[in-house]
């Protein structure tokens, strides 16, 4: 594994004529922007190399980007670049094993440091702020779109919680800003990113209605496949109300465990200060200081995941 400046990355990437870019699985519009955006670059850039987008489906986010149809032959001394993904375990398509390099683009905690090479940021707002950075420190070599730039700028809208997260910075605000010149309308991505569907509202106002709040200020939110049931939503769903137990007053720190088909949940963490990406990975997740992701194998493990959460926020006062 090599770090690289964005220039040589740009060095690698014209020395192959397919390039298959991948991003996680349960894609959020950073992982399609990302993705996408530097598709979409790269296409106008060099019309004359194959470029795909490959992964699994993408839910309601199809609005943004949808995969091309990726052929196993086609990864035959093929360049593959995984964007806005973590860890391995994460990538989705496991055939981004069988491109002749890798390259991890990436503005996680860099714990799992695969790829050949690799652009890690962990200062940037998200893995679209860093693509577009590579495009600005390429730009007499390449070639920014509308479409790239509406994707980007989904991205970065989408985590940065519409600029309202602590990593939102000056310079991420200048990115946006840069993007909002380039023909697309913003209020639009804006909208459409913003529409839930009405079985999710409804979620939503059940969320509220049942949160369970310590003393400590972390509140826990469960969602029992009979609840999913009852509301008629999947896991991927469930995206769209993370930020919901944060409104309430009192909400240091919290979580919402969504039981799977298999029995265990998934745990969606949140922090509005105490670093919880270290209690992520002590249950097979990981994730940034304040937004983190886990998995509890049973209730017993969601109680200990709460305990954890209430021992960061006691020594965060």
């Known amino acids: 594994m090599t770090r690289l400046p964005y220039e040589e990355v740009l060095e690698v990437i014209k020395t192959y004529e397919t390039i298959i870019v991948h991003r996680h699985m349960r894609p959020d519009p950073d992982a399609l922007g990302s993705q996408g955006g530097l598709v979409e670059i790269l296409k106008a850039s060099f019309p004359a190399k194959k470029i795909l987008k490959a ?167 469960m969602l029992t496949k009979e609840v999913m049931e009852r509301f008629g939503v999947m896991d991927t769903e469930t995206s769209s109300i993370v930020a919901v137990p944060g409104t309430m007053e009192g909400v240091l720190l919290w979580g919402i465990f969504v039981e799977q088909p298999e029995g265990h949940f998934r745990c969606r963490l949140r922090s509005k200060g105490p670093v919880i990406n270290e209690i992520a990975k002590l249950h097979h997740g990981g994730g940034h200081p304040l937004a983190s992701g886990a998995n509890a194998k049973n209730r017993a493990e969601v109680d200990q995941i709460i305990a954890e959460l209430e021992q960061a926020a006691r020594l965060w006062s």
Do not use: W
């Open 55 to 221: 992964g699994g489906p993408v839910g309601d986010l199809a609005f943004l980007a949808t995969m091309d149809d990726v052929m196993d032959k086609d990864y035959q001394d093929a360049l593959v670049i995984v964007t806005d993904t973590a860890n391995r375990p994460r990538i989705s398509d496991e055939r981004y094993l069988k491109g002749t390099k890798l390259i991890k683009i990436d503005h996680h905690p860099n714990d799992d440091a695969y790829g050949d090479f690799q652009i890690v940021n962990i200062e940037a707002s998200s893995c679209s702020e860093i693509i577009v950075d590579f495009y600005t420190a390429n730009q007499q070599q390449l070639t920014m779109t509308d479409e790239a730039a509406r994707l980007l700028y989904a991205g970065i809208v989408g985590d940065t919680g519409r600029f309202l997260y602590p990593s939102t910075t000056p310079h991420t605000m200048r990115v946006a800003a840069g993007l909002m010149e380039y023909n697309f309308i913003p209020n639009e991505v804006n909208n459409q990113m913003n529409v839930i569907s009405q079985k999710v509202a409804k979620l939503t106002g059940y969320v509220l209605q049942n949160i369970e709040l310590t003393s400590t200020g972390v509140a826990k939110v």
